[in-house]
């Protein structure tokens, strides 16, 4: 089932193919069905390649090369682990831009198990230089990451997830992809990514702690992370993120080089679950369900 | 100052020196390229958006491609003793940043094919239809995967800008049974085998187009590569 933010995408995209005539949208069977009233509108520049990976990667990569702006479109275990080389290569090392979305995040499809899972896509891209990686945390959110990219010409992620908070509070406060303090305190930071913002929230309630929002991870908001600790005696920081544990952690440690600080890097775990049933179930077995991440994160702090 | 000839271009790339070991890998193109720059394709150092492209897919070996690229003022044989040196734009593999003229950047096989369908389906995307694309590759390079996706759908797109050379010098471990070709012709691709050395057969299979099939052509090298 497509979720909500996947219906936005798609229908986002439709309505830029009409405004924007460089825009490309290719497809590798998955959601292509969305896409047949794109398709049949713009034959030239809505494209279902088939099962094929790889190649779609490099046809992104040798229509930027052509003056295009391409958008590729898989879930994310198809889009970033299977065709990785094809990026580094195909997009990176040939100097041109691409927008990569992916649905299904790191358990979205918790009953397709391990193959239909990507808790480490975030991480792969990092050790790319260049990218421009969102994680939205609510369909809003993720359109207007989208417009954004559309009208730019950089490599640019963008993570869609069924799970999403009540709010966009990416939205909040202005345009850009700077945190957003969504709670101040004084006993450590929190930075919530993406679609955990709601959890976090709750997990930290009545615990003196600022809540930090990131809708972008990739550059990382380390000038707003510096000034929400600057006035706090010894810099705490837990990082709660959608994806593989501990992702963003040398981020953290590089924007506090020059400060002593702990960091806690909570997320998805590195061991396979082995399990099915619902994205709930994967959030608590991976401690971000609300009770787990407070229990973590007052034992970090040392706070009851 | 008069056109540099194809017998100029042995004497370009022994400028190149160093510890380059793809030598045979190097001569086994440098027919084909010197077809294709002199009397093929549509573009020269100004790289006009509707020009013709070529993709050099097998990016080992490049002093052939940097020879010709050089005797048609893309680029100054002076950077050729540098070959391979920290400074030098000129590597062992290509890179489309550093080095005027190339239009991707190679080394890591199987990556050629997939961006020119890339690029036919981006040209034919913007109304530049009159620019045609060649990929050269090896036999050997066939063995990579993504080949055969891009191989199946290009025909399937019906790519007729597309043309793909192959360089046959029998250097797929496990060979191609029936002829390489034979996996282009499935899908509906034309094919023609010429001799590598045979510089007016190599034109006029370069010439030939069919409409709505995209189009491959085998050079045939007799010497195996000792490249690796």
Redesign the interface.
């Known amino acids: 089932m497509a979720g909500i933010m996947r219906e936005r995408f798609v229908e986002v995209t439709t309505e830029l193919l009409a405004t924007h005539d ?1 825009l ?1 949208l290719l497809t590798a069977d998955l959601s292509a069905k969305l896409f047949a009233g794109a398709r049949q509108e713009y034959p ?2 809505v ?1 279902n ?2 099962i ?1 990976e ?2 779609l ?12 702006r ?1 958008i590729a479109h898989s879930f994310a275990p198809f889009l970033i682990e299977r065709p990785f ?2 990026i580094k ?2 997009l990176n ?3 041109v831009g691409a927008i990569l979305v992916s649905a299904g995040a790191s358990y979205d499809i918790a009953g397709g198990g391990r193959s239909h899972q990507s808790p480490g896509d975030v991480a792969l891209l990092s050790t790319l230089p260049g990218w421009t990686v969102h994680v939205p945390g609510h369909a809003d959110e993720a359109e207007a990451q989208l417009r954004e990219a559309a009208a730019g010409d950089g490599l640019v992620y963008i993570r869609l997830s069924n799970q999403a908070n009540e709010r966009a509070h990416g939205l909040a406060g202005g345009g850009g992809h700077g945190f957003r303090v969504l709670r101040r305190g004084s006993a450590g930071t929190v930075v919530a990514v993406g679609p955990l913002a709601d959890t976090v929230l709750a997990a930290t309630g009545g615990l003196d702690v600022t809540v930090l929002y990131a809708g972008t991870v990739r550059p990382f908001d380390a000038a707003t992370l510096r000034a929400v600790l600057a006035d706090q005696d010894e810099a705490r920081v837990v990082l709660v993120e959608p994806y593989l544990a501990g992702t963003s952690v040398p981020q953290v440690a590089a924007a506090l080089s020059d400060r002593p600080h702990r960091v806690l890097g909570l997320g998805v775990g590195h061991e396979e679950v082995r399990h099915y049933g619902t994205p709930r179930q994967h959030a608590i077995a991976h401690g971000l369900g609300s009770a787990g991440l407070r229990l973590s994160i007052i034992e970090f702090l040392g706070t009851a | 100052m008069t056109e540099p000839r194809f017998e100029d271009l042995h004497g370009l790339m022994a400028a190149m020196t160093g510890d380059e070991k793809h030598t045979t890998a190097a001569t086994s193109t440098l027919d084909v390229l010197w077809v294709l720059y002199d009397r093929v394709l549509r573009v020269d150092p100004s790289m006009a958006e509707d020009r013709d492209r070529f993709y050099l897919s097998k990016g080992h070996g490049p002093m052939a491609y940097y020879a010709v690229l050089a005797a048609k003022g893309f680029i100054d044989p002076a950077e050729f003793e540098r070959f391979g040196a920290y400074p030098s734009p000129l590597g062992h593999h290509p890179d489309r940043v550093l080095v005027p003229g190339v239009e991707i950047s190679s080394g890591s096989l199987g990556h050629g094919l997939p961006l020119a369908v890339g690029t036919a389906l981006g040209l034919r995307a913007r109304g530049l239809t009159r620019s045609r694309i060649w990929v050269l590759l090896g036999d050997g390079e066939l063995d990579e995967g993504s080949n055969h996706e891009a191989i199946a759908y290009a025909a399937r797109a019906g790519l007729d800008r597309l043309n793909v050379v192959v360089i046959d010098n029998d250097s797929a471990s496990h060979g191609w049974p029936g002829g390489l070709e034979q996996r282009f012709a499935v899908e509906g691709w034309s094919t023609a085998r010429v001799d590598a050395g045979d510089h007016d057969g190599l034109e006029k299979a370069f010439a030939a187009h069919t409409p709505g099939r995209p189009a491959l052509v085998v050079a045939e090298v007799e010497e195996r590569s000792t490249s690796h």
């Not at chain 1, 046809?59 to 295009?68: F, Q, R, S």
């Open positions: 460089r490309a030239d520049r494209l390649l088939g094929r790889q190649l990667i490099g046809v992104a990569g040798g229509m930027a090369l052509a003056g295009m391409p080389e094809q290569l195909d090392h040939q100097d």
